[in-house]
């Protein structure tokens, strides 16, 4: 019995000895990966030119915030089918948050202004190694988060204010940039000075 008793107890001496073996051999392998992989950041890609970006986000969403200015947000009523409204103030996501995603939207579109390859209505390269460009679309980014801030605050009187900021950083970069009527009567397309 004696000698059985002895097997036994060194059998269960090895698997002992194997489990911490392995435990130890575990413990002194690669670390598990804790964070993501770093994958190649996307190359941003331009589909639109400048003035169907413009028509397209940044002057509707622009208008969202003016609008608030006469009319409290929370006082507009959600359109019957509120999914599928066309005033963001009256739709699913309407009121104050239609205010701060449209302000949102400015700060996030001013990325847009800055992606080199985009052109102008006129076919020129949108001029983004400007100074002046790279001023223009700060301001722009600046007063959307002013907006957002303002909307979050659900404040009429803070839109009102915020309202000139935005008012501003488009009219800045307008007075340089943006289309004008020509002596012929016509429009002077211009993008790029």
């Known amino acids: 019995m004696r000698v059985r008793n ?6 269960l001496f090895a698997g002992v000895v194997a489990i911490l073996c392995a435990g130890i051999a575990t413990a002194q392998g690669p670390a598990p990966r804790t964070t993501p992989v770093a994958r190649p950041a996307a190359r ?16 509707p969403n622009s208008n969202v915030i003016f609008a608030a200015q006469s009319e409290d947000p929370a006082t507009v009523k959600p359109d019957a089918e509120p999914t599928a409204a066309t005033n963001p103030l009256a739709s699913t996501y309407g009121g104050w948050q239609a205010v701060e995603n449209s302000s949102i939207a400015l700060a996030e579109a001013a990325n847009l202004l800055t ?3 985009r052109l102008c209505s006129n076919g020129r390269p949108v001029p983004v190694q400007n100074a002046d460009w790279a001023k223009f679309v700060q301001g722009l980014r600046d007063a959307g988060m002013a907006a957002y801030k303002a909307a979050q ?4 009187d803070a839109i009102v ?6 008012t501003t950083a488009c009219a800045n970069c307008h007075n340089v940039y943006r289309e004008k009527t020509d002596a012929q ?4 397309a211009r993008c790029a000075k």
Do not use: E, T, W, Y
Not at 6 to 11: P, R
Not at 185 to 188: C, I, N, P, V
């Open 185 to 188: 009567g016509g429009m002077a």
């Open 6 to 11: 002895s097997a036994v107890a060194v059998l």
């Open 153 to 156: 605050s659900k404040n009429q």
């Open 44 to 59: 941003a890609m331009v589909h639109g030119n400048l003035l169907q970006v413009m028509r397209g986000i940044l002057f």
């Open 161 to 166: 204010d915020v309202s000139d900021q935005v």
């Open 115 to 117: 992606i080199p390859g």
